[in-house]
């Protein structure tokens, strides 16, 4: 492989409708990161209780987790284009909500959740629809470069977008930060325009439950989709790191907040270098072998920082960990994608996309769990082993998943 091979494949940006839907996606993330620090500020200046700023994570989570599958089931029944640009529509409306109860009303906090709640309902739609474009937009070939592309798009706007937000709301107020959002969200509007209508192919989605227990039903009897799914499941539930950062800072590094907030900066940071260095994988055909390394990849970092005798040494394994998830997650998503029916592929993204949500969450309450009976640095030990050992299994027991070649 040529040095130049190894940065991040830029081809599909060269495909005009793929370029106009990563520009428009990737300005309405960085909209979103500045909406999110808006609600979480204006919900803590309202009533200085925790408890409330944690419900705003549950009023984006729950409609996902809730409507996620019935929207991926009509996703896969009728024009995936038409649906993502109404669903988008509904979250830009909310974000003028947002703005104007900013500017002109004093509305309570329960208010504000729920229509942050309503935005959530119209992503839980959006989401899914927006993951069935990129197997119909590009060549097989090229579609991990695609996703690694998503990615960093995604990145970026979690590096930045925070920082500007709270820029903006001290400089602004919140209002400024949701009409930035709102505005946005045209952006991601005038990416999807110009697709061609998406109608699915093969047999439409049964109405209601039948529809969803049709895509549970190919979940449970496709070993590589399974297994793929099963891989994120043991990375996250079992090997989250986030909610112990605090504890194994206080536990073997002296509780230096400094050294705390470099945590949780070095994950995203090796996110981004794995993003800009995609060509390594995404060129790479056998894209089961890297989800599987990266996976591995991932528990074996975590539990390296959590034994690391210095602050320098548990950063370097947590970048190390950062960029192993993400080679790990580009190359789930393209083997979710090259292997799932079309006819199914908005029931198979609401299931990724629950999982993606879901999955970290319950690592995280387990991580505390855990370190609550036992202490911090066994909490996370405990976990990356695990993690090691049942995606070896996986490895072990899934030959097809081995041999997967794009």
């Known amino acids: 492989m ?15 409708l793929y370029r106009r839907l990563w520009l428009g996606q990737t300005a309405s993330g960085l909209g979103s990161q ?32 809730v409507f996620g599958l019935f929207a991926g089931s009509l996703v896969d029944r009728r024009d ?38 309503l935005q959530g309902c119209f992503g839980a739609v959006s989401a899914p629809a927006a993951r069935t474009f990129l197997p119909l937009l590009l060549p097989p070939e090229q579609l991990a470069a695609g996703l690694a592309l998503a ?38 509007l005038y990416g999807a325009f110009g697709l061609p209508a ?37 990375a996250t539930v079992l090997a989250m790191p ?12 002296g509780n230096d907040p400094r050294t705390l ?13 794995a993003s800009v260095l995609s060509g390594l994988f995404t060129r790479r055909h056998r894209q089961g072998v890297v989800m599987l390394v990266g996976a591995t990849a991932w528990g074996g970092a975590l539990t390296a920082f959590a034994l690391a005798p210095n602050p320098w040494l548990g950063l370097g394994c947590l970048v190390v960990a950062g960029a192993a998830d993400t080679a790990s997650v580009v190359s789930r998503s393209t083997i979710v994608q090259l292997t799932t029916p079309n006819e199914l592929l908005g029931r198979v993204a609401a299931a990724e996309q629950i999982v993606g949500q879901a999955g970290p969450e319950v690592g995280n309450l387990r991580g505390g769990l855990v370190a609550g009976a036992t202490t911090g640095t066994f909490a996370l030990t405990s976990g990356g082993l695990t993690c090691v050992v049942v995606v070896v299994l996986i490895w072990t027991v899934t030959p097809r998943l081995r041999s997967f070649r794009v």
């Open 2 to 16: 040529a040095l130049t091979d190894a940065f991040l494949d830029l081809t599909p940006v060269r495909t005009r």
């Open 34 to 65: 500045l909406a999110v620090v808006a609600v979480l500020y204006q919900v803590w200046d309202a009533t200085g209780n925790p408890v409330w700023t944690g419900a705003v994570g549950m009023a984006q989570a729950l409609p996902l987790m």
């Open 80 to 117: 995936r284009r038409r649906i993502y640009l109404v669903a988008k529509v509904g979250q830009a409306v909310c974000s003028l909500l947002l703005a104007y109860q900013a500017f002109f009303l004093d509305l309570p906090v329960v208010g504000l959740l729920a229509i942050v709640a």
């Open 151 to 188: 990615r960093i798009g995604f990145q970026s706007a979690m590096l930045v977008g925070p920082a500007l937000g709270g820029l903006v709301v001290g400089t602004w107020g919140v209002g400024v930060c949701y009409a930035v959002d709102a505005v946005t969200f045209c952006a991601a």
């Open 198 to 234: 998406m109608q699915p192919e093969g047999t439409a989605s049964r109405p209601g439950l039948r529809g969803v227990f049709d895509g549970l039903a190919f979940l449970v009897r496709a070993p590589v989709v399974r297994a793929a799914f099963v891989t994120d499941l043991a």
């Open 242 to 253: 986030i909610s112990l950062f605090p504890l194994v800072n206080a536990e073997r590094f």
């Open 261 to 273: 907030g470099l945590f949780l900066s070095a994950i995203a940071v090796g996110g981004v270098a």
